[in-house]
C-alpha cells in the first residue's frame, strides 16, 4: 500500500509542476481542518495546489483549485473564491469537489498570510457533505 501511496503522490507532482513561471508564482505551507498539513504552490490564480499528508495516518491528499474571483479588500488584502476537487490517496480513496473561499494578507511584498474554509461535496467513498479549512504561508517569487 505505502508502494502505491509513494508512486501516486510522485504522479501528483509531476501533473502539478508549471509549465511556465510568472511573476505571480508562490510555495509555502498549509495547516487546517479536514485536510493535512502540506506544501501549497500558487500560479496566480490557477492552479492553486496543495499536497498534504496524514502525520497519523497513511495517506495523502492533493487539491488543486481555480479561483474564479481574487480581488482587493485593501492595498495588501484580497479575498478569493473558486472551485476545485481535492484527491485523498489512502485506506479508503477520496474525491472531492470543493468551493473554496478565503483571505490574502501580503504582509511582506514577497510573503502571504492567508485562511480559507472549504465547503465541499464528497463523491468517493460515499456521497455527503464535506468541509475544511486551513492557514497558511506563501513566498512569492
Same mark, same amino acid.
Given at each position: 500500500?505505502?508502494?502505491?501511496?509513494?508512486?501516486?503522490?510522485?504522479?501528483?507532482?509531476?501533473?502539478?509542476?508549471?509549465?511556465? !513561471?510568472?511573476?505571480?508564482? @508562490?510555495? &509555502?505551507?498549509?495547516?487546517?481542518? +479536514?485536510? %493535512?498539513? $502540506?506544501?501549497? #504552490?500558487?500560479?496566480?490564480?490557477?492552479?492553486?495546489?496543495?499536497?498534504?499528508?496524514?502525520?497519523?495516518?497513511?495517506?495523502?491528499?492533493?487539491?488543486?483549485?481555480?479561483?474564479?474571483?481574487?480581488?482587493?479588500?485593501?492595498?495588501? !488584502?484580497?479575498?478569493?473564491? @473558486?472551485? &476545485?476537487?481535492?484527491?485523498?490517496? +489512502?485506506? %479508503?480513496? $477520496?474525491?472531492? #469537489?470543493?468551493?473554496?473561499?478565503?483571505?490574502?494578507?501580503?504582509?511582506?511584498?514577497?510573503?502571504?498570510?492567508?485562511?480559507?474554509?472549504?465547503?465541499?461535496?464528497?463523491?468517493?467513498?460515499?456521497?455527503?457533505?464535506?468541509?475544511?479549512?486551513?492557514?497558511?504561508?506563501?513566498?512569492?517569487?
Amino acid at each position: 500500500m505505502t508502494k502505491k501511496i509513494i508512486i501516486i503522490a510522485l504522479f501528483l507532482i509531476v501533473l502539478m509542476m508549471p509549465l511556465t !513561471v510568472s511573476a505571480d508564482t @508562490g510555495i &509555502g505551507g498549509i495547516a487546517g481542518y +479536514g485536510q %493535512p498539513s $502540506g506544501i501549497t #504552490f500558487k500560479l496566480n490564480n490557477f492552479p492553486v495546489i496543495s499536497l498534504g499528508w496524514s502525520l497519523n495516518g497513511n495517506w495523502i491528499s492533493g487539491t488543486v483549485d481555480y479561483w474564479f474571483i481574487n480581488n482587493k479588500i485593501d492595498r495588501n !488584502v484580497l479575498w478569493y473564491f @473558486g472551485t &476545485g476537487v481535492k484527491l485523498s490517496v +489512502g485506506d %479508503p480513496i $477520496g474525491l472531492v #469537489f470543493r468551493v473554496p473561499v478565503g483571505i490574502q494578507w501580503y504582509f511582506m511584498p514577497s510573503f502571504e498570510l492567508f485562511g480559507e474554509l472549504v465547503p465541499g461535496l464528497a463523491i468517493l467513498p460515499s456521497t455527503g457533505f464535506d468541509f475544511s479549512g486551513g492557514i497558511g504561508l506563501r513566498y512569492h517569487f
